[in-house]
């Protein structure tokens, strides 16, 4: 109950245009973060956890960042079956900062692709009390990435597993219009 309250909480600041402070930050660095914290529910589950790339820098929303990488990576770990695996990657290429959550899950189903970044959306929901969760995670990943004028994009096949691509600008600068800043 917590989680949901929180969750609404952070939409509902966004909704409103809250800004955030931001700071100097390296997805890579929190991709690993997560991971650390991941990794004894992943072990749990039988899952490899990993995280490959190198740095990848930005003048970002730190706690955004965080919650970016923890939402994908949280499900990957849900949503995967026993000895499967999870990969991060986190680096950068000429336009900014890329997060890649791959897995070998359960897959999301062709008729739900269109539907998974959809408030309180879920795709199996005979699997909510077991799994857990809001139905806001990929919703507030997406407006997070989306307000630091980022994207997120998913590629995911049924009994294959699910890659989930987040792609944000080196700098995130509400209060400069849309010019680059420097943290």
């Known amino acids: 109950l917590l ?9 509902s600041r966004m909704d409103e245009g809250e800004s955030f402070p931001t700071e100097e930050t390296d997805l890579h660095e929190l991709a ?3 991971a650390s914290q991941l990794a004894p529910e992943a072990g749990r589950r039988g899952i490899t956890l990993s995280v490959s790339g190198g740095a990848a820098k930005l003048c970002g929303v730190r706690r955004l960042l965080w919650e970016i990488v923890w939402n994908l990576a949280d499900n990957a770990v849900k ?3 026993p000895g499967g695996s999870v990969e991060l990657w986190a680096g950068a290429d000429v336009r900014g900062p890329v997060l890649t959550v791959s897995d ?4 999301i189903p062709p008729e739900h692709h269109a539907r998974v970044f959809e408030r309180f959306y879920r ?3 005979s699997h909510s009390k077991e799994i857990g969760g809001t139905g806001l995670g990929l919703p507030i ?3 997070f990435a989306e307000m630091m004028g980022g994207s997120i994009a998913a590629q995911s096949e049924v009994g294959v597993g699910s890659t989930f ?3 944000l ?10 010019e680059a800043k420097h943290c």
Do not use: H, Q, W
């Open 3 to 11: 989680a949901l309250i929180e969750d609404v909480i952070d939409l």
């Open 32 to 34: 690993e973060e997560v």
């Open 79 to 81: 949503y995967n079956r």
């Open 104 to 107: 070998t899950g359960i897959g």
């Open 123 to 125: 795709v199996d929901k």
């Open 141 to 143: 990943t997406k407006n």
């Open 165 to 167: 691509t987040v792609k």
């Open 169 to 178: 600008p080196f700098a995130y600068a509400p209060d400069c219009a849309g």
